[in-house]
């Protein structure tokens, strides 16, 4: 049973009492001097009190649910630090009226009555405007405040990341590396997972594919490990966009009105985001980005595990996934050999390396 439906039967019954007191009070009107054909006090009561109850049935979750309903939908699309600073100003706005209140009200008649009540308005409203306005300047005095003593100094590092969020979307989540990233310390703030993107990632788990069930599974596994991680916390928000219907939409606008950065893996995502001006933090970028920096001569070891295109070409891999491209690497199949850098080339898919292989001595082989 349903909210609307149980304040629809309240109004209704409600309508209906009101309907048949309205109708009494007609009908005794109506039969002061009654006329042929004039309607008794009870068919008054009958007709009103059920026009009544119809229109409480039809009306009332447009005054109740509905208004209630929308007021939540756009308290969920404001961010708490906007909530807090309008609070705020509404307090100062209010304080400020008070002081300017008391003397008004000693004016005569009728301004000593009405113009309190119109100072209170203005005030409390230009509270709520200047605040939320200069929200940030206002927030990072309060920062630079609790910076300023050593304790708050100690403390600065985790005190960042709670006034920090970073959304999550699903491809990121599936993919898995974020959990390792997160065991770093590298990524300061609290991980916001809306409920959108969990039921997207809930779906691609129930999926009858079973590489896109497997997928979705291990996002869940993932969001478990991270739940567990004393690092950085995670949260997961109830807080939706109306209007979009597209995971990636809803991630956009949401960012936006947080003023907070979505961490992803998606490329088209990071181009959307970027071209509407939300800052994207790319994990494909960030592993690209901590590759190891190699120059032509420098000596490394590697270890040949497959045939190259070319001729006579061995294919090794670093640590970080780097191919390395061995001429006549062919001859030293699982082995470990050291080979000399001879040209480092970046391309869309990544970095790639190309070297020979080289003894202790510095003889090519």
């Known amino acids: 049973m349903s909210i609307d439906f149980i304040f629809r039967i309240l109004g209704m019954i409600g309508f209906a009492v009101g309907g048949v007191f ?15 054909g004039t309607m008794s006090v009870e068919q008054y009561a009958f007709i009103i009190g059920s026009v009544g109850a119809l229109a409480g049935l039809i009306l009332t979750p447009y005054i109740t649910t509905r208004p209630i309903r929308a007021i939540r939908t756009v308290l969920a699309r404001v961010s ?29 008649a009728p301004l000593g009555k009405i113009l309190p009540f119109i100072v209170v308005m203005i005030f409390g409203y230009l509270g709520i405007s200047v605040f939320v306005m200069r929200q940030e ?26 006034n920090r969020s970073i959304l999550l979307d ?45 997928r979705g599974r291990r996002g869940m596994e993932v969001l478990a490990a991270l739940q567990k991680e004393p690092t950085v916390p995670v949260r997961i928000s109830d807080i939706d966009v109306e209007g979009m ?11 936006r009105q947080l003023r907070c950065p979505i961490l992803t893996n998606d490329y088209n995502l990071n181009r959307v985001a970027e071209l509407q001006g939300v800052i994207v933090l790319n994990i494909n970028e960030l592993a690209n980005a901590v590759k190891s920096v190699l120059l ?10 497959q045939e190259g295109r070319e001729a006579g070409q061995g294919v090794a891999y670093m640590d970080d996934g780097t191919m390395v491209v061995v ?39």
């Not at 927030?139 to 003593?149: K, N």
């Open 80 to 108: 708490a630090q906007t909530l807090l600073s309008a609070l705020i100003g509404l307090i100062a706005g209010l304080i400020v009226a008070t002081l300017f209140s008391f003397p008004i009200s000693l004016l005569p």
């Open 296 to 305: 032509p001569g420098e000596i490394m070891s590697v270890r040949v595990i």
């Open 22 to 36: 309205w109708g009494q009070s007609l009908g005794q009107l109506a039969n002061v001097n009654p006329v042929p």
């Open 327 to 365: 001429e006549n690497g062919r001859d030293y199949m699982d082995k470990e050999i050291t080979v000399m850098v001879t040209k480092v080339l970046q391309t869309a898919a990544g970095r790639m390396i190309f070297g020979r292989p080289e003894d202790l001595n510095g003889s090519i082989h």
């Open 137 to 162: 300047d206002i927030f990072s005095i309060f920062t630079a405040i609790r910076g300023g003593s050593s304790v708050a100094a100690k403390e600065g590092s985790s005190g960042w990341a709670d």
């Open 245 to 255: 219907r597209e995971v990636d939409d809803k991630l956009v606008v949401l960012a």
């Open 170 to 214: 699903t491809s990121v989540i599936i993919d898995g590396r974020i959990a390792d990233i997160t065991r770093t310390g590298f990524l300061p703030g609290t991980l916001l997972i809306p409920r959108f993107v969990l039921n997207e990632l809930q779906y691609i788990a129930d999926s009858p594919d079973s590489m896109r069930r497997q």
